[in-house]
């Protein structure tokens, strides 16, 4: 789409499509609202609810993971133009397929959840696919062959978004009512306001030690912690 009607296009395309996302947020329906206590000010809503983050290592761990991937994972695609000029040679038309790949492996990702809907053992494929994610990026920094560097965003794009969206539905299973609220705006606000730094970082690092180094850094940082936590943290599986 962008060589055929351009960037701007491509933006055009972009914010239609989420008039289907507005349409799907008017049709939900909630069950049961819960109201805060009138009688607590603000500050304090906003100290009780990182406590209950700070106390309870599981939710702590998984807001994390969320913050690692968001710093050093995902800022490989602010750096798929040089990789499509400068490392694989494919131009504009090969630069919409990478990135479409890694959305090809997003929305395959998406549909196979949908499909298993509510079931066990959420954390073992939580941990499955923060590792997949941390190695094919690694393998798509080291890749020099297109179709390689294709196959490997395909894993990349969907072992995000299943660590993403488990990460996502075992916080709100794991809270009640009462805070849910206040731990999903920490894990919105962990998993976008952290993003532009980590596009800082890898911008700084690809100028000073090139672009294919600086994914494969990430990717390897990724990995470290995702192991880390899994050893120091084994009941993840469990969940």
């Known amino acids: 789409m962008v060589a055929g009607i351009g960037m701007a296009g491509c933006f055009y395309v972009n914010g239609i499509s989420f008039l289907a996302v507005l349409a799907a947020l008017f049709?939900?329906?909630?069950?049961?609202?819960?109201?805060?206590?009138?009688?607590?000010?603000?500050?304090?809503?906003?100290?009780d609810g990182l406590r209950l983050i700070k106390n309870n290592r599981l939710i702590l761990s998984l807001i994390a993971m969320v913050g690692i991937s968001s710093l050093f994972g995902i800022s490989y695609a602010i750096l798929m133009?040089?990789?499509?000029?400068?490392?694989?040679?494919?131009?504009?038309?090969?630069?919409?397929?990478?990135?479409?790949?890694?959305?090809a492996g997003a929305?395959?990702?998406?549909?196979?959840?949908?499909?298993?809907?509510?079931?066990r053992h959420k954390g073992r494929l939580l941990v499955s696919s923060t590792i997949i994610f941390s190695l094919s990026l690694v393998l798509f920094a080291l890749s020099k062959i297109y179709l390689l560097s294709l196959m490997s965003l395909v894993l990349v794009g969907g072992s995000s978004v299943l660590a993403m969206a488990l990460v996502n539905t075992l916080l709100q299973t794991m809270v009640t009512d009462e805070y849910r609220g206040r731990v999903m705006s920490a894990f919105m606000f962990t998993f976008a306001g952290i993003m532009p730094f980590g596009n800082l970082i890898a911008g700084a690092l690809s100028q000073s030690i090139g672009v294919s180094l600086t994914v494969m850094i990430?990717?390897?940082?990724?990995?470290?912690?995702?192991?880390?936590?899994?050893?120091?943290?084994?009941?993840?599986?469990?969940l």
Do not use: T, W, Y
């Open 27 to 47: 049709l939900i329906r909630p069950n049961q609202i819960v109201r805060a206590d009138k009688g607590s000010s603000k500050l304090e809503d906003l100290k």
């Open 81 to 103: 133009p040089i990789f499509a000029n400068d490392i694989l040679h494919v131009g504009v038309k090969g630069l919409g397929l990478l990135m479409s790949s890694a959305g």
């Open 107 to 119: 929305l395959i990702a998406a549909l196979i959840l949908a499909r298993l809907g509510d079931f």
């Open 218 to 238: 990430s990717g390897i940082i990724c990995a470290v912690f995702f192991i880390v936590i899994n050893i120091m943290l084994p009941d993840i599986k469990k």
